[in-house]
T-cell receptor, first 115, second 111 residues
Framework: EADIYQTPRYLVIGTGKKITLECSQT?????MYWYQQDPGMELHLIHY???????EKGDLSSESTVSRIRTEHFPLTLESARPSHTSQYLC??????????????FGEGSRLTVL | RKEVEQDPGPFNVPEGATVAFNCTYS??????FFWYRQDCRKEPKLLMS???SGNEDGRFTAQLNRASQYISLLIRDSKLSDSATYLC????????????FGSGTRLQVQP
């Protein structure tokens, strides 16, 4: 089993609230990612990090921000949640090996509903 | 055009059937290829890597055709537990990019 954890698993919150989705992994992986996925739809990369103090935006434009102060921790923050942010957010991690590895380990996801 | 394209399905097949999924990718510089499996409302998990010479893992066989830029997954003797969405995944391998996921093909194996 992968040692990557996301909290909260489910969050229902009102418009305008600030939220932080937590992601932690104990595998010592350098690479960490945030994907967004709507039900029955494809995964979209919104943020990634190749190591501490390294963060990049992904393919899908997102109003969220991320930080990577510690290797094991990659939180995602929405300063002001809106109904359009309602989705499932999946965190993943993998080993850095010149980009050839395919195994990403995913957390169970955080399902966000903004009312 | 999407970087990775898959037939969304669903593929509805009886138990014991053989089913094949195809996936095409647009970037000829892509270096590595994978199939992931995602159960309903669960996270994706690596099913198998796809090697140039083709590879097999039990009832699952993966093939790569670089000239035509497509990948295939063959499942023999389908089980009810094979019901899931199968994601084709490509690593372009240049620059600081993550894996690119296809939108997935849904398989429903029926008794």
């Amino acid at each position: 089993e992968a040692d990557i954890y996301q909290t909260p698993r489910y969050l229902v919150i009102g418009t305008g609230k600030k939220i932080t989705l937590e992601c932690s992994q104990t595998m010592g992986h350098d690479k960490m990612y945030w994907y967004q996925q709507d039900p029955g739809m494809e995964l979209h990369l919104i943020h990634y990090s190749y190591g501490v103090n390294s963060t990049e935006k992904g393919d899908l434009s997102s109003e969220s921000t991320v930080s990577r102060i510690r290797t094991e921790h990659f939180p995602l923050t929405l300063e002001s949640a809106r109904p359009s942010h309602t989705s499932q957010y999946l965190c993943a991690s993998g080993l850095e090996d010149r980009g050839l590895s395919g195994e990403l380990f995913f957390g169970e996801g955080s399902r966000l509903t903004v009312l | 055009r999407k970087e990775v394209e898959q037939d969304p399905g669903p593929f509805n097949v009886p138990e014991g059937a053989t089913v094949a999924f195809n996936c095409t990718y647009s970037n000829s510089a892509s270096q590595s290829f994978f199939w992931y499996r995602q159960d309903c409302r669960k996270e994706p998990k690596l099913l198998m890597s796809v090697y140039s010479s083709g590879n097999e893992d039990g009832r699952f066989t993966a093939q790569l055709n670089r000239a035509s830029q497509y990948i295939s997954l063959l499942i023999r003797d389908s089980k009810l537990s094979d019901s899931a969405t199968y994601l084709c995944v490509v690593n372009i391998g240049t620059g600081r990019r993550a894996l690119t996921f296809g939108s997935g093909t849904r398989l429903q194996v029926q008794p």
